[in-house]
């Protein structure tokens, strides 16, 4: 699948699956110096790969018609700080309460680990500025996700595949937060008890083979 495809792909199963209503989220995905961006204004439902956008990582338009996301420039700052290859951003419901009521997503359940531990949220900033594109790019280091305050999440990936099941992660994660809210106060994990998680992903016991 073209890079343009994978835009088209991704960006109809995000509205599928609700991460997404209409134009509200943007998808790129990076090879080499090029960046295939989903274009600005158009439902994320109804692309066509001639629709997006290539741009540089300079951020040059380098083919297409139609304008790339106004959230441009906060991929391009991603990519040309870290090593990730695809972006999905998203106004989903559930990231978007926690974004918009506190500072960061404590870990309450051990996948958070899978996007890197506590997802902070970016400080706020007008959608499409160098302001929430530095905050996100401060936020995201070391991270496979961030929150952006009063607007939503962005994750990061090595494909787009990657990046997209990200964002579910981190919506599940939300979710599981807000609506554990509502039955009581939810309980956070420790940094040993994490710290736990990982030796044993690293380290996991193999069955006994019956003979
Ligand atoms: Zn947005």
């Not at 995905?29 to 790969?49: F, H, K, N």
């Not at 018609?65 to 700052?77: F, I, K």
């Not at 991270?143 to 607007?151: S, V, Y």
């Amino acid at each position: 699948m073209s890079l343009r495809e994978q835009l088209c792909e991704y960006g109809r199963r995000a509205v599928e699956l609700g991460l997404v209503i209409g134009t509200s989220g943007n998808l790129s995905v990076r090879e080499g110096d090029l960046v295939a961006v989903t274009p600005s204004g158009a439902a994320l439902d109804r692309l066509t790969p001639e629709m997006c956008p290539v741009v540089d990582v300079e951020g040059y338009l380098v083919e297409g018609d139609l304008q790339p996301s106004s959230e441009t420039p906060m991929h391009l700052a991603v990519y040309t700080t870290t090593d990730a290859r695809a972006i999905v951003h998203t106004h989903s419901v559930f990231g978007t309460i926690v974004a918009t009521t506190m500072t960061e997503l404590p870990p309450v359940h051990y996948n958070a680990l899978l996007l890197g531990g506590v997802v902070k949220v970016a400080e706020y900033a007008t959608y499409g500025t160098p302001e929430l594109a530095a905050n996100v790019r401060a936020a995201m280091e070391g991270k496979k996700a961030a929150l952006m305050a009063n607007h939503g999440g962005v994750t990061v990936g090595a494909t787009l595949e990657e990046a997209f099941e990200a964002t579910r992660l981190l919506e599940w994660l939300c979710e599981v937060y807000v609506r554990g809210l509502s039955v009581g106060k939810p309980a956070v994990l420790t940094d040993e008890q994490l710290k736990a998680v990982v030796e044993r992903a690293l380290n996991p016991p193999a069955f006994p083979r019956r003979l």
